[in-house]
């Protein structure tokens, strides 16, 4: 099948497999956007006198056609078709002959996967930015219902002070607001319109590039057309660093919980359905889930250098290797989505231990309270620390197992609705209902 850009040589068979590479496998993806994109595309062309009426009509009555077989899974890019530009065109170049080979007027299919990659990077932020709020409501929940159950606090992975599952709990909380701090700054650098930049330089057609900035509901577009081509990789690598902090998250509460739940410590426990078994162990409950989601999020992590490696000794101008960041890129979002969910599930269901400082092994975790109560009442802090420290050494330490902390944040006083409004005033400002209102206008013109 003749390629968008071929002319009277066919490629070699080989070379074209390579160059395709995944694309094809990526591309069904971004078939929907691709659509939305061409929409405002058109609709742009028809406004610049360089399409007609009739023709936007029929043109825009097909792509929402196709727009619902892409919305329904059932878009596919035939054999021998390169990629999701190059379906959409023959589509409608099947139905409509002469109208669908005017659609690519005054674009390249630089900035088409430029504006598809956006297009699809933002609603799979969106999902994202859901599935971590839902995370988020559980552990600010379970801080409130677990709040006064202490629990032990370690420095270097030894016994230190008490802390309590409301801390442990929100601490996870606060840490996901801040990551949808990093998910706000790659939204806002994801959502500005490349369409119209071409191969990176422009067109001599008369574009209107703030029509489909507005029609695709982007904040602003990519002004400068070569810094839009410059944004191939680089908006990848800045939503891939935001995803990455997500996970990092996820992945240091797995190890927590996958800790907390071995016999050694019995913390927290798992239903039994959360769990599976040994082949040969009959007593055995695995947390599995926590230990694959720990192992997934650390691969997450290494996303942002992936794409870093791939672009970073590319100058100026569109070069093919940027093809290859689809293939990691794209498949980020559900990988990193799946391990939020189920993490939001296991700590739904999950049961604390309520009596762990009964246990006399975690008395010395009660003598920074013992310090600080003797300094209260005019010992001097070095003193009430050096008698306490006698106290320990010569075993007759005796723990006062109150604990009143007061102070913003501490075991006493959590700041659970302060954290949860520093996370509202974050999502509030995506602003997901501009795109949503402008995708929905677009599509049922």
């Known amino acids: 099948m003749a390629k968008l850009w071929e002319k009277n040589t066919q490629v070699d068979a080989k070379i074209e497999a390579f160059t395709v590479g995944r694309d094809r496998e990526m591309d069904v993806f971004l078939a929907k956007y691709d659509v939305l994109g061409s929409m405002a595309h058109i609709t742009m062309l028809e406004s610049a006198g360089l399409l007609d009426a009739h023709e936007l009509k029929v043109l825009l009555a097909e792509l929402k056609e196709i727009y619902k077989i892409a919305e329904a899974g059932d878009f596919v890019i035939e054999e021998g078709v390169e990629d999701v530009h190059s379906q959409v065109e023959l589509m409608l170049t099947r139905k409509l002959g002469d109208a669908g080979k005017k659609i690519h007027s005054g674009r390249s299919r630089n900035d088409q996967v430029l504006v598809d990659l956006k297009l699809f990077a933002r609603a799979e932020l969106a999902k994202t930015v859901h599935a971590v709020g839902e995370l988020f409501e559980v552990l600010i929940e379970q801080s409130n219902r677990y709040k006064d159950v202490l629990l032990p606090g370690y420095t270097h992975l030894q016994v230190a002070m008490p802390s309590s599952f409301g801390l442990w709990f929100g601490a996870y909380a606060e840490s996901l607001a801040d990551d949808l701090q990093m998910l706000l700054a790659a939204y806002k650098i994801t959502n500005r319109n490349p369409l119209g930049s071409a191969a990176g330089y422009g067109s001599s057609f008369p574009l209107n590039r703030q029509l489909t900035t507005n029609l695709l509901g982007f904040d602003t577009m990519n002004y400068n057309v070569v810094y839009a081509q410059m944004g191939r990789g680089k908006m990848e690598r800045t939503v891939a660093n935001a995803l990455a902090g997500v996970a990092a998250t996820i992945s240091k509460l797995a190890f927590d919980a996958c800790m907390f739940t071995s016999q050694n410590f019995g913390f927290i426990k798992l239903p039994d359905e959360f769990t599976t078994g040994s082949s040969i162990m009959p007593h055995k409950k695995n947390p599995d889930v926590f230990e694959l989601t720990r192992a997934r999020c650390n691969k997450l992590q290494s996303l942002p250098q992936q794409i870093l490696l791939i672009t970073n000794n590319l100058p100026s ?31 739904a269901q999950v049961k604390v231990n309520t009596g762990i400082l009964s246990d006399s092994r975690y008395d010395l975790i009660f003598s920074v309270e013992e310090v600080n109560r003797r300094t209260l009442t005019g010992v001097p802090f070095r003193d009430a620390y050096k008698q306490v420290g006698l106290e320990i050494e010569s075993g007759n330490f005796k723990p006062d197992k109150k604990v009143k902390h007061t102070h913003e944040g501490s075991i006493g006083n959590l700041c659970n609705d302060q954290i949860l409004n520093y996370k509202n005033e974050i999502v509030a400002q995506f602003n997901f209902e501009k795109v949503t209102d402008a995708e929905q206008k677009l599509v049922s013109r």
């Open 317 to 347: 101008g569109y070069f093919r290797d940027l093809q290859i960041i689809k293939e990691v890129f794209v498949p980020a979002f559900a990988e990193l989505r799946n391990c939020i969910e189920m993490t939001t599930l296991m700590m």
